[in-house]
Protein backbone atom coordinates (compact mmCIF):
# COMPACT_ATOMS: atom_id res chain seq x y z
CA UNK A 1 0.00 0.00 0.00
CA UNK A 2 1.52 3.40 -0.95
CA UNK A 3 2.45 5.98 1.72
CA UNK A 4 0.73 9.20 1.97
CA UNK A 5 2.52 12.08 1.18
CA UNK A 6 3.93 13.89 4.36
CA UNK A 7 2.91 17.44 4.21
CA UNK A 8 4.94 20.44 3.80
CA UNK A 9 5.12 22.68 6.95
CA UNK A 10 6.60 26.16 6.27
CA UNK A 11 7.17 29.31 8.28
CA UNK A 12 8.48 33.00 7.90
CA UNK A 13 11.82 34.46 9.28
CA UNK A 14 11.11 38.22 9.52
CA UNK A 15 15.13 38.96 8.68
CA UNK A 16 16.71 41.16 10.99
CA UNK A 17 20.68 41.32 11.94
CA UNK A 18 22.12 38.93 9.92
CA UNK A 19 24.15 38.71 6.79
CA UNK A 20 21.01 37.39 4.37
CA UNK A 21 19.55 41.05 4.10
CA UNK A 22 20.17 43.19 1.35
CA UNK A 23 19.21 46.62 3.09
CA UNK A 24 21.06 48.49 -0.33
CA UNK A 25 17.97 46.36 -2.73
CA UNK A 26 15.94 49.63 -4.18
CA UNK A 27 13.01 46.97 -2.74
CA UNK A 28 14.01 47.02 1.00
CA UNK A 29 12.11 48.83 3.80
CA UNK A 30 12.61 49.57 7.31
CA UNK A 31 13.20 46.83 9.74
CA UNK A 32 11.09 48.08 12.52
CA UNK A 33 8.36 50.01 11.22
CA UNK A 34 5.32 48.31 12.17
CA UNK A 35 4.15 48.36 8.09
CA UNK A 36 7.00 46.13 7.54
CA UNK A 37 6.18 43.53 10.13
CA UNK A 38 2.07 43.90 9.01
CA UNK A 39 3.05 43.43 5.27
CA UNK A 40 5.23 40.32 6.02
CA UNK A 41 3.12 38.21 8.35
CA UNK A 42 -0.37 39.17 6.04
CA UNK A 43 2.19 37.68 3.12
CA UNK A 44 2.65 34.11 5.07
CA UNK A 45 -1.16 34.34 6.36
CA UNK A 46 -1.84 34.40 3.04
CA UNK A 47 0.10 31.58 2.11
CA UNK A 48 -1.46 29.60 4.56
CA UNK A 49 2.26 29.38 6.65
CA UNK A 50 2.09 28.07 9.97
CA UNK A 51 4.25 30.68 11.77
CA UNK A 52 6.27 33.52 11.87
CA UNK A 53 9.45 33.77 13.36
CA UNK A 54 11.72 36.95 14.62
CA UNK A 55 15.15 35.98 16.21
CA UNK A 56 16.47 38.22 19.38
CA UNK A 57 19.18 40.68 19.75
CA UNK A 58 20.23 41.71 22.58
CA UNK A 59 23.04 43.98 21.91
CA UNK A 60 24.24 45.52 18.89
CA UNK A 61 27.37 43.87 17.65
CA UNK A 62 31.10 45.72 17.57
CA UNK A 63 33.69 45.69 15.31
CA UNK A 64 36.52 47.39 16.27
CA UNK A 65 35.31 49.44 19.33
CA UNK A 66 32.38 50.59 16.72
CA UNK A 67 29.25 49.75 15.56
CA UNK A 68 28.98 47.04 13.29
CA UNK A 69 26.53 48.86 10.89
CA UNK A 70 27.54 46.87 7.33
CA UNK A 71 24.20 44.87 8.06
CA UNK A 72 20.53 46.07 9.48
CA UNK A 73 21.13 47.27 13.10
CA UNK A 74 18.77 47.24 15.95
CA UNK A 75 15.55 44.88 16.48
CA UNK A 76 12.81 46.38 18.46
CA UNK A 77 11.28 44.30 21.61
CA UNK A 78 9.91 40.86 20.43
CA UNK A 79 7.13 40.22 23.01
CA UNK A 80 5.45 44.12 21.45
CA UNK A 81 5.88 42.66 18.03
CA UNK A 82 4.26 39.64 18.32
CA UNK A 83 1.63 41.22 20.51
CA UNK A 84 1.02 43.44 17.99
CA UNK A 85 0.86 40.90 15.02
CA UNK A 86 -1.39 39.05 16.93
CA UNK A 87 -4.13 42.16 16.62
CA UNK A 88 -3.59 42.24 12.42
CA UNK A 89 -3.38 38.29 11.58
CA UNK A 90 -6.06 35.64 12.34
CA UNK A 91 -4.14 32.03 11.84
CA UNK A 92 -0.48 32.91 11.18
CA UNK A 93 1.19 31.25 14.46
CA UNK A 94 3.88 34.06 16.26
CA UNK A 95 7.06 32.88 17.37
CA UNK A 96 9.85 34.25 19.31
CA UNK A 97 13.39 33.67 20.00
CA UNK A 98 13.52 34.58 23.99
CA UNK A 99 17.09 33.92 26.02
CA UNK A 100 16.97 31.67 28.59
CA UNK A 101 19.91 33.21 30.09
CA UNK A 102 18.99 36.82 30.75
CA UNK A 103 15.61 36.21 32.34
CA UNK A 104 13.31 35.09 34.97
CA UNK A 105 10.92 32.17 34.34
CA UNK A 106 8.33 33.80 35.52
CA UNK A 107 8.71 36.93 33.79
CA UNK A 108 8.71 35.07 30.48
CA UNK A 109 6.25 32.43 31.32
CA UNK A 110 3.33 35.32 31.89
CA UNK A 111 4.20 37.39 28.60
CA UNK A 112 3.84 34.05 26.86
CA UNK A 113 0.44 32.93 28.44
CA UNK A 114 -0.89 36.74 27.75
CA UNK A 115 0.53 36.24 24.13
CA UNK A 116 -1.31 33.03 23.70
CA UNK A 117 -4.33 34.57 25.25
CA UNK A 118 -4.14 37.65 23.22
CA UNK A 119 -3.83 35.76 19.96
CA UNK A 120 -6.81 32.75 20.24
CA UNK A 121 -3.34 30.06 21.01
CA UNK A 122 -0.66 31.15 18.22
CA UNK A 123 2.69 31.90 20.75
CA UNK A 124 5.41 29.80 20.46
CA UNK A 125 8.73 30.52 22.56
CA UNK A 126 12.60 29.35 20.78
CA UNK A 127 14.17 29.00 23.37
CA UNK A 128 17.96 29.69 23.41
CA UNK A 129 20.56 30.19 25.49
CA UNK A 130 23.66 32.88 25.11
CA UNK A 131 27.20 31.84 24.90
CA UNK A 132 28.77 35.66 25.21
CA UNK A 133 29.71 37.60 28.17
CA UNK A 134 29.59 40.63 25.70
CA UNK A 135 25.59 40.44 25.66
CA UNK A 136 25.52 39.83 29.39
CA UNK A 137 27.53 43.23 30.11
CA UNK A 138 24.01 44.71 29.15
CA UNK A 139 22.38 42.51 31.84
CA UNK A 140 24.93 43.20 34.58
CA UNK A 141 26.06 39.58 33.98
CA UNK A 142 28.72 39.59 31.80
CA UNK A 143 29.89 36.45 31.99
CA UNK A 144 27.90 35.37 35.21
CA UNK A 145 27.24 32.26 33.86
CA UNK A 146 30.40 29.61 32.74
CA UNK A 147 29.28 27.64 29.04
CA UNK A 148 29.18 24.67 29.99
CA UNK A 149 26.19 25.29 32.65
CA UNK A 150 23.58 27.51 30.32
CA UNK A 151 22.13 23.97 28.96
CA UNK A 152 21.38 23.27 32.38
CA UNK A 153 19.99 26.36 33.32
CA UNK A 154 17.62 26.50 29.99
CA UNK A 155 16.75 23.15 31.48
CA UNK A 156 15.82 23.87 34.39
CA UNK A 157 14.36 27.56 33.20
CA UNK A 158 12.03 25.66 30.81
CA UNK A 159 10.93 23.07 33.62
CA UNK A 160 9.91 26.28 36.08
CA UNK A 161 8.22 28.13 33.37
CA UNK A 162 5.94 24.68 32.48
CA UNK A 163 5.23 24.31 36.09
CA UNK A 164 3.88 28.06 35.86
CA UNK A 165 1.88 27.35 32.88
CA UNK A 166 0.36 24.13 34.64
CA UNK A 167 -0.63 25.48 38.19
CA UNK A 168 -3.80 26.48 36.19
CA UNK A 169 -5.53 23.60 34.91
CA UNK A 170 -8.54 25.51 33.00
CA UNK A 171 -11.20 24.56 34.84
CA UNK A 172 -10.85 26.97 37.99
CA UNK A 173 -12.91 29.97 36.14
CA UNK A 174 -16.35 29.83 36.97
CA UNK A 175 -17.48 33.59 36.77
CA UNK A 176 -21.36 32.51 38.16
CA UNK A 177 -23.17 35.77 39.06
CA UNK A 178 -26.19 33.42 40.66
CA UNK A 179 -23.86 32.61 43.09
CA UNK A 180 -20.62 35.23 43.03
CA UNK A 181 -18.46 32.56 42.72
CA UNK A 182 -15.71 33.28 40.36
CA UNK A 183 -13.03 30.39 40.89
CA UNK A 184 -13.87 26.87 41.68
CA UNK A 185 -10.01 26.58 43.10
CA UNK A 186 -9.17 28.96 45.70
CA UNK A 187 -5.52 27.64 45.07
CA UNK A 188 -5.27 28.25 41.13
CA UNK A 189 -2.21 29.56 40.15
CA UNK A 190 0.19 28.39 43.19
CA UNK A 191 3.52 26.81 42.54
CA UNK A 192 6.42 26.16 44.39
CA UNK A 193 9.80 25.39 42.80
CA UNK A 194 12.99 25.00 44.56
CA UNK A 195 16.11 24.17 42.41
CA UNK A 196 19.82 24.58 41.67
CA UNK A 197 18.95 27.78 39.36
CA UNK A 198 15.75 29.00 40.81
CA UNK A 199 13.79 29.63 44.09
CA UNK A 200 10.72 31.01 43.38
CA UNK A 201 6.93 30.21 44.62
CA UNK A 202 3.94 32.58 44.68
CA UNK A 203 0.84 32.89 42.24
CA UNK A 204 1.12 32.39 38.60
CA UNK A 205 -1.40 34.86 37.63
CA UNK A 206 -2.32 34.42 33.81
CA UNK A 207 -5.08 31.51 33.61
CA UNK A 208 -4.53 28.71 31.32
CA UNK A 209 -4.03 30.04 27.53
CA UNK A 210 -5.71 27.99 24.78
CA UNK A 211 -2.70 26.14 23.97
CA UNK A 212 -1.82 25.19 27.61
CA UNK A 213 1.76 25.83 26.96
CA UNK A 214 3.23 28.09 24.36
CA UNK A 215 5.23 25.44 21.10
CA UNK A 216 8.63 25.14 22.33
CA UNK A 217 11.58 25.28 19.85
CA UNK A 218 15.05 25.15 20.20
CA UNK A 219 18.03 26.09 17.68
CA UNK A 220 21.17 24.12 19.47
CA UNK A 221 23.14 22.02 17.12
CA UNK A 222 25.89 20.94 19.59
CA UNK A 223 24.81 17.25 21.54
CA UNK A 224 23.37 19.09 24.49
CA UNK A 225 21.28 20.98 22.28
CA UNK A 226 20.16 17.74 20.11
CA UNK A 227 19.74 16.31 23.35
CA UNK A 228 17.61 19.05 24.70
CA UNK A 229 15.31 19.30 21.91
CA UNK A 230 14.86 16.00 21.87
CA UNK A 231 13.99 15.63 25.34
CA UNK A 232 11.65 18.93 25.35
CA UNK A 233 11.33 21.05 21.95
CA UNK A 234 8.35 20.85 19.62
CA UNK A 235 10.23 21.71 16.72
CA UNK A 236 14.03 22.40 15.65
CA UNK A 237 15.24 25.68 14.18
CA UNK A 238 17.24 23.86 12.52
CA UNK A 239 20.82 25.06 10.07
CA UNK A 240 20.94 21.96 8.04
CA UNK A 241 19.53 22.98 4.82
CA UNK A 242 20.93 20.33 2.44
CA UNK A 243 19.93 17.25 1.52
CA UNK A 244 22.57 14.72 2.93
CA UNK A 245 23.36 17.02 6.18
CA UNK A 246 19.89 17.46 6.56
CA UNK A 247 18.74 13.67 6.37
CA UNK A 248 21.81 12.69 8.68
CA UNK A 249 20.86 15.41 10.85
CA UNK A 250 16.95 14.28 11.17
CA UNK A 251 17.97 10.54 11.64
CA UNK A 252 20.05 11.50 14.56
CA UNK A 253 17.17 13.71 16.72
CA UNK A 254 14.26 11.38 15.66
CA UNK A 255 16.24 8.39 16.92
CA UNK A 256 16.64 10.37 20.36
CA UNK A 257 13.25 10.70 21.01
CA UNK A 258 12.21 6.91 22.36
CA UNK A 259 14.45 7.14 25.44
CA UNK A 260 12.08 10.29 26.80
CA UNK A 261 8.78 8.22 25.66
CA UNK A 262 8.37 10.84 22.20
CA UNK A 263 7.05 9.34 18.78
CA UNK A 264 8.69 10.74 15.65
CA UNK A 265 5.90 13.10 15.01
CA UNK A 266 6.30 14.97 18.21
CA UNK A 267 8.82 16.40 17.03
CA UNK A 268 9.27 19.11 13.87
CA UNK A 269 12.78 19.63 12.28
CA UNK A 270 12.38 22.72 10.32
CA UNK A 271 15.85 24.27 9.17
CA UNK A 272 16.15 27.87 7.83
CA UNK A 273 16.20 28.38 4.00
CA UNK A 274 17.10 30.89 2.02
CA UNK A 275 16.03 31.62 -1.89
CA UNK A 276 16.32 33.21 -5.81
CA UNK A 277 13.42 32.82 -8.04
CA UNK A 278 13.14 32.95 -11.65
CA UNK A 279 11.04 32.52 -14.74
CA UNK A 280 14.09 29.91 -15.12
CA UNK A 281 16.55 27.77 -13.77
CA UNK A 282 19.36 29.46 -15.48
CA UNK A 283 18.19 33.35 -15.04
CA UNK A 284 17.83 32.19 -10.80
CA UNK A 285 21.58 30.84 -11.05
CA UNK A 286 22.53 34.48 -12.68
CA UNK A 287 20.29 36.26 -10.35
CA UNK A 288 21.80 34.36 -7.71
CA UNK A 289 25.17 35.60 -7.99
CA UNK A 290 23.90 38.74 -8.29
CA UNK A 291 22.02 38.77 -5.03
CA UNK A 292 25.45 37.20 -3.29
CA UNK A 293 27.82 40.14 -4.49
CA UNK A 294 24.88 42.69 -2.61
CA UNK A 295 25.06 40.52 0.46
CA UNK A 296 28.98 40.54 0.72
CA UNK A 297 29.95 44.57 -0.68
CA UNK A 298 33.87 45.04 -0.38
CA UNK A 299 33.65 45.94 3.07
CA UNK A 300 31.56 42.96 4.37
CA UNK A 301 34.30 41.21 2.74
CA UNK A 302 36.72 42.81 4.65
CA UNK A 303 34.97 42.40 7.98
CA UNK A 304 34.45 39.04 7.55
CA UNK A 305 38.03 38.42 6.46
CA UNK A 306 39.10 40.31 10.31
CA UNK A 307 36.91 37.51 11.84
CA UNK A 308 39.93 35.31 11.28
CA UNK A 309 43.07 37.61 10.98
CA UNK A 310 41.55 39.12 13.91
CA UNK A 311 43.40 42.16 12.70
CA UNK A 312 42.51 46.04 10.87
CA UNK A 313 42.18 45.20 7.45
CA UNK A 314 40.90 48.28 5.94
CA UNK A 315 43.84 49.04 3.99
CA UNK A 316 43.50 46.33 1.97
CA UNK A 317 41.58 46.44 -1.40
CA UNK A 318 38.65 43.72 -1.34
CA UNK A 319 38.86 42.97 -4.89
CA UNK A 320 42.61 42.45 -4.13
CA UNK A 321 44.55 39.10 -2.86
CA UNK A 322 44.40 37.87 0.53
CA UNK A 323 46.93 39.30 3.29
CA UNK A 324 50.32 37.70 3.12
CA UNK A 325 50.52 38.61 7.16
CA UNK A 326 48.92 35.80 9.72
CA UNK A 327 46.56 36.38 11.82
CA UNK A 328 46.86 37.62 15.10
CA UNK A 329 45.79 34.52 17.82
CA UNK A 330 45.71 36.68 20.76
CA UNK A 331 42.60 35.89 23.18
CA UNK A 332 41.08 39.74 22.66
CA UNK A 333 38.85 39.99 19.58
CA UNK A 334 38.37 42.48 16.95
CA UNK A 335 34.80 41.35 16.51
CA UNK A 336 32.06 41.18 19.10
CA UNK A 337 28.80 39.86 19.74
CA UNK A 338 29.47 37.71 16.39
CA UNK A 339 28.98 34.21 16.80
CA UNK A 340 31.54 34.12 13.79
CA UNK A 341 34.73 34.56 15.88
CA UNK A 342 33.55 30.80 17.24
CA UNK A 343 33.36 29.26 14.10
CA UNK A 344 37.30 29.52 13.39
CA UNK A 345 38.93 28.85 16.49
CA UNK A 346 41.76 27.70 14.65
CA UNK A 347 42.87 31.16 12.88
CA UNK A 348 45.72 29.98 11.37
CA UNK A 349 44.47 26.89 10.02
CA UNK A 350 41.97 28.85 8.24
CA UNK A 351 44.07 30.85 6.59
CA UNK A 352 45.90 28.37 5.42
CA UNK A 353 42.93 26.96 3.73
CA UNK A 354 41.40 29.89 2.55
CA UNK A 355 45.02 31.22 1.05
CA UNK A 356 44.81 27.91 -0.81
CA UNK A 357 41.42 28.06 -2.35
CA UNK A 358 42.06 31.75 -3.09
CA UNK A 359 45.19 30.51 -5.09
CA UNK A 360 43.63 27.97 -6.79
CA UNK A 361 41.08 29.96 -7.72
CA UNK A 362 42.35 33.01 -8.56
CA UNK A 363 39.77 34.57 -5.96
CA UNK A 364 39.93 38.44 -4.73
CA UNK A 365 39.42 38.52 -1.40
CA UNK A 366 35.32 39.72 -2.15
CA UNK A 367 35.43 36.63 -4.27
CA UNK A 368 36.60 34.28 -1.53
CA UNK A 369 34.32 35.33 1.02
CA UNK A 370 31.44 35.08 -1.14
CA UNK A 371 32.18 31.62 -2.07
CA UNK A 372 32.87 30.21 1.37
CA UNK A 373 29.68 31.69 2.89
CA UNK A 374 26.32 30.62 2.99
CA UNK A 375 24.82 30.06 -0.89
CA UNK A 376 20.70 30.59 -1.05
CA UNK A 377 19.68 26.80 -0.23
CA UNK A 378 17.21 27.05 -3.15
CA UNK A 379 18.02 28.68 -6.75
CA UNK A 380 15.41 28.01 -9.38
CA UNK A 381 12.08 28.41 -11.46
CA UNK A 382 9.31 27.98 -8.84
CA UNK A 383 8.81 24.30 -10.61
CA UNK A 384 12.46 23.78 -9.12
CA UNK A 385 12.17 25.14 -5.74
CA UNK A 386 8.71 23.19 -5.05
CA UNK A 387 10.10 19.91 -6.43
CA UNK A 388 12.97 20.48 -4.29
CA UNK A 389 11.85 21.57 -0.98
CA UNK A 390 8.93 18.39 -1.95
CA UNK A 391 11.81 16.49 -1.81
CA UNK A 392 13.27 17.57 1.64
CA UNK A 393 9.85 16.31 3.65
CA UNK A 394 8.88 13.21 1.50
CA UNK A 395 12.85 11.86 2.14
CA UNK A 396 13.29 12.81 5.77
CA UNK A 397 15.46 15.77 5.30
CA UNK A 398 13.38 17.61 6.85
CA UNK A 399 9.27 18.54 7.95
CA UNK A 400 9.13 22.03 6.36
CA UNK A 401 11.23 25.19 6.54
CA UNK A 402 11.74 28.70 7.88
CA UNK A 403 12.06 30.29 4.80
CA UNK A 404 14.55 33.37 5.32
CA UNK A 405 14.39 36.01 2.59
CA UNK A 406 16.89 38.66 1.47
CA UNK A 407 14.78 41.49 0.93
CA UNK A 408 12.29 43.12 3.49
CA UNK A 409 8.91 43.40 3.34
CA UNK A 410 8.43 42.37 0.41
CA UNK A 411 10.83 38.90 0.12
CA UNK A 412 8.38 36.70 0.60
CA UNK A 413 5.34 37.96 -1.72
CA UNK A 414 6.97 36.14 -5.31
CA UNK A 415 7.02 32.74 -3.19
CA UNK A 416 3.63 32.60 -1.85
CA UNK A 417 2.74 33.83 -5.45
CA UNK A 418 4.66 31.11 -7.60
CA UNK A 419 6.05 27.92 -5.09
CA UNK A 420 2.74 27.97 -2.85
CA UNK A 421 0.62 26.92 -5.77
CA UNK A 422 2.73 24.70 -7.17
CA UNK A 423 3.02 22.78 -3.52
CA UNK A 424 -0.48 22.42 -3.06
CA UNK A 425 -1.16 21.24 -6.57
CA UNK A 426 1.41 18.27 -5.86
CA UNK A 427 -1.18 17.68 -2.68
CA UNK A 428 1.56 18.38 -0.21
CA UNK A 429 0.71 21.34 1.46
CA UNK A 430 -2.74 22.90 2.61
CA UNK A 431 -5.16 25.47 0.50
CA UNK A 432 -6.97 26.51 3.88
CA UNK A 433 -6.16 26.15 7.80
CA UNK A 434 -7.60 23.16 9.46
CA UNK A 435 -7.20 24.99 12.81
CA UNK A 436 -6.90 27.62 15.05
CA UNK A 437 -4.08 27.07 17.49
CA UNK A 438 -0.40 27.18 16.31
CA UNK A 439 -0.54 23.28 17.45
CA UNK A 440 -3.18 22.34 15.18
CA UNK A 441 -1.24 24.33 12.13
CA UNK A 442 2.15 21.51 13.47
CA UNK A 443 0.08 18.38 14.07
CA UNK A 444 0.92 18.70 17.62
CA UNK A 445 -1.49 17.18 20.49
CA UNK A 446 -2.61 20.05 23.07
CA UNK A 447 -0.83 19.51 26.76
CA UNK A 448 -4.20 18.22 27.70
CA UNK A 449 -4.40 15.50 25.55
CA UNK A 450 -4.29 12.24 27.34
CA UNK A 451 -1.38 11.17 24.86
CA UNK A 452 0.72 14.20 24.75
CA UNK A 453 4.36 13.16 26.35
CA UNK A 454 6.80 16.08 26.63
CA UNK A 455 10.02 14.47 28.08
CA UNK A 456 9.46 11.56 30.48
CA UNK A 457 6.08 12.85 32.01
CA UNK A 458 2.88 12.29 30.74
CA UNK A 459 0.36 15.10 31.23
CA UNK A 460 -3.22 13.64 32.10
CA UNK A 461 -6.32 15.36 31.14
Known sequence: MTEPLKQVHLAAHFPGVNNTTVWSDPEAGSHIDFSSFVHFARTAERARFDFLFLAEGLRLREHAGRIYDLDVVGRPDTFTVLAALAAVTDRLGLTGTINSTFNEPYEVARQFASLDHLSAGRAAWNVVTSWDAFTGENFRRGGFLPQEERYSRAKEFLATAHELFDSWHGDEIVADPATGTFLRDAKAGAFVHTGRHFDIHGRFDVPRSPQGRPVIFQAGDSEEGREFAAAEA???????????????????????????????????????????????????????????????????????????????????????????IDPDTGEEHLARGRAQTREYRDRLATAREWRELAAAHGWSIRDLVIHTGNRQSFVGSPATVAAAIDEFVQTDASDGFILVPHVTPGGLDEFADTVVPLLQERGVYRTEYEGTTLREHLGLDHPDHPDHVRGTRRVAS
Open 234 to 324: DAIFSRHSRLDTGRAFYADVKARLARYGRRPEHLLILPAATFVLADTDAEAEERAREVRRLQVSGATALRHLEFVWNRDLSAYNPEGPLPD
